[in-house]
C-alpha cells in the first residue's frame, strides 16, 4: 500500500479526504494532497491508536495503520443521538378533529413515528364543507394557486378520514414537505417511514395516485366513496357532526 502524503494526488487521496471530511473534519475533497491535508492527517493521528491500542505515529503520512484507524473509527461512528420527542400540541389538536373511529389509531401511529424519531405534524385533519368551498375557489374565483379539485363534500378530509402531514425541523420551528430527509439517520427517509406506518395500519396514501399525486396526504376510508359519505351526510346520517359510518 502506498503511503499518501504531501504531494500525492489521485482517487485514494480523495478517498482519504472525503473519510476525514465524514470524521468531520474541515477538508476539502479535491484529490490533492496539500498542506491542508497533511494538517488534517497530523491531527488525527495526534488523537487516535492503532489497530494495537498504541497511538499513531504523528508525521502527517497516511499509510496502512492511519487508515485503518480512520477506518475503524468510521466502523463506530454512532448515529447523533437525539434527544425524544416531545408531542407536537398542534397534531394532538388536530388528532381530536378526526372521525371518532380513527382518532385512538392515529394517536397510536403517531407514537410510533415518535419512537422512531420521526418529527412530525398532522397539520390539516378535518376540514368543515365550509372550508373546503373556500379552498376550492381560491385560484379559481379567489387569488392563490389551485390547491384541490375537491368540492364541499368531496374530499374525505370532509369526513375527517384523511390528513396531510409534513416534516418538523429545528425543534418545531420548520416545516419540511422534502421527501428526501433522514433526519434519524436510518438510511430511510422519514417520508418514506411515515407513510409505511400509516399503510401498515390499512391506510392509503395520495402519492401512490395516478393522476393527481398528494404526496403529504393519507386517508382511511372503510371502503366508502366520498359520493356515498355525502349521501350519508345529506340524509342526516350524522353524529356528533360525523357521518355514521360501519367500520366492522
Ligand atoms: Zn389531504
Request: include cysteine.
Amino acid at each position: 500500500m502506498t503511503v499518501l502524503k504531501k504531494g500525492s494526488k489521485g482517487k485514494a487521496v480523495e478517498e482519504l479526504q472525503k473519510k476525514l471530511q465524514l470524521l468531520g473534519y474541515n477538508i476539502e475533497v479535491d484529490g490533492d494532497f496539500g498542506s491542508r491535508t497533511e494538517r488534517t492527517v497530523l491531527d488525527f493521528q495526534r488523537s487516535g491508536f492503532d489497530a494495537d491500542g498504541n497511538p499513531l505515529i504523528a508525521d502527517g503520512k497516511a499509510g496502512r495503520k492511519t487508515i485503518e484507524s480512520i477506518d475503524k473509527k468510521l466502523n463506530e461512528m454512532q448515529p447523533v443521538p437525539r434527544q425524544s420527542i416531545k408531542r407536537d400540541k398542534i397534531t394532538m389538536e388536530r388528532i381530536e378533529l378526526l372521525h371518532p373511529s380513527l382518532r385512538a389509531e392515529t394517536k397510536a401511529i403517531y407514537d410510533e413515528l415518535l419512537q422512531r424519531k420521526i418529527s412530525v405534524r398532522f397539520y390539516s385533519t378535518l376540514r368543515t364543507f365550509k372550508e373546503q368551498d373556500e379552498l376550492y375557489a381560491q385560484g379559481r374565483t379567489k387569488p392563490g394557486n389551485i390547491v384541490t379539485n375537491a368540492r364541499a363534500g368531496q374530499s374525505f378530509h370532509n369526513y375527517g378520514l384523511a390528513l396531510d402531514f409534513c416534516l418538523l425541523l429545528d425543534g418545531g420551528k420548520v416545516a419540511s414537505w422534502n421527501r428526501k430527509l433522514d433526519v434519524n439517520l436510518n438510511n430511510i427517509p422519514e417520508w418514506d417511514e411515515i407513510v409505511w406506518v400509516f399503510k401498515h395500519y390499512g391506510w392509503e396514501w395520495g402519492g401512490d395516485w395516478a393522476s393527481f399525486k398528494d404526496y403529504p396526504h393519507v386517508q382511511k376510508t372503510f371502503g366508502y366513496t366520498t359520493a356515498q359519505l355525502l349521501n350519508l351526510h345529506n340524509s342526516g346520517k350524522v353524529k356528533n357532526g360525523f357521518v355514521v359510518i360501519d367500520v366492522s
